[in-house]
């Protein structure tokens, strides 16, 4: 039997160097989806981080034939009732230019927007939803948050996306200045993917053959 596989399907390059360094001790051989560049894309319109990763991760996971594992997350920041959310990824970006922001303009957007907002009401949390699907359609779900607070100005070239101005009070620094070893113990992701490896680790030594191809691609 060939080496257990899975997909991940993300095409988000911070994304993929946490997950690739948290599943590593289980064994599997990890494929992306620059492995597979005819798979079409997914639209993210889910009013929920779950209803997003679920639909990446069936889709993925129908396409390659293979158990594909997608991350839906975001920011949420209590004085803005909650926004981004599940709009983080799109947050800077508007009519008249609808290409996909950098991170930086997101995050720029954001110190705008709560410049008038005192320290103690910058509460914010990262939220990650993590779903495993299986080409049947099985799937397994599991959540992530990390609490921070949103900083006066970035700070970092660690992480991606809003690292830069999201303080940890515990480590007095922001998530772009504590490094991968320590953001893959405090993440969302962390915390989520955690929660998947038991089952992961599980599942890989009663049912080995659900991590093997179960059809060619695209049939
Ligand atoms: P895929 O859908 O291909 O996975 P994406 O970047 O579009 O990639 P999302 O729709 O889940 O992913 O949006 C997640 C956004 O939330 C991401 O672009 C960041 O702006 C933010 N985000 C998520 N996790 C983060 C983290 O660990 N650190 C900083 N920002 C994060």
Redesign the pocket.
């Known amino acids: 039997m060939a080496a257990p596989a899975l997909v991940i ?4 390059p ?2 993929i160097r ?1 997950l690739d360094a948290l599943l590593a001790e289980l064994g599997i051989s990890l494929k992306t989806l620059a492995d597979y560049p005819e798979c079409p894309e997914v639209v ?1 319109d889910g009013d929920t981080f779950k209803a ?1 990763a679920a639909k ?1 991760a069936l889709a993925v996971a129908a396409y390659t034939g293979l158990p594909a594992l ?6 949420e920041v209590d004085a803005l009732s909650g926004r981004p959310g599940v709009l ?2 799109r947050y800077a970006s508007d009519r008249t230019a609808p290409a996909r922001p950098t ?1 930086e303009d ?1 995050y720029r957007k954001l110190l705008e927007e709560l410049a008038e907002i005192p320290w103690e009401q910058r509460r914010a949390r ?1 939220v ?1 939803c993590i779903v495993l699907a299986f080409p049947k359609g099985r799937t397994i779900v599991t959540k992530g948050t990390c609490e921070g607070i949103i900083n006066f100005t970035p700070r970092g070239t660690g ?5 830069p101005v ?1 303080w940890l009070p515990q480590y007095n620094c922001t ?1 772009a200045e504590v490094g991968l070893e320590v953001k893959n113990q405090i ?3 962390a915390k989520a993917l955690q929660q998947l490896k038991t089952t992961l680790a599980e599942l890989l030594g009663r049912e080995p053959s659900l991590f093997q191809p179960a059809k060619s691609i695209g049939t």
């Open positions: 399907a993300t095409a988000n911070g994304k946490e993210e997003n990446k997608a991350d839906d997350s975001g920011l983080s990824a991170d997101n990262f990650c992480g991606f996306g809003y690292d999201f998530m993440s969302h992701r």
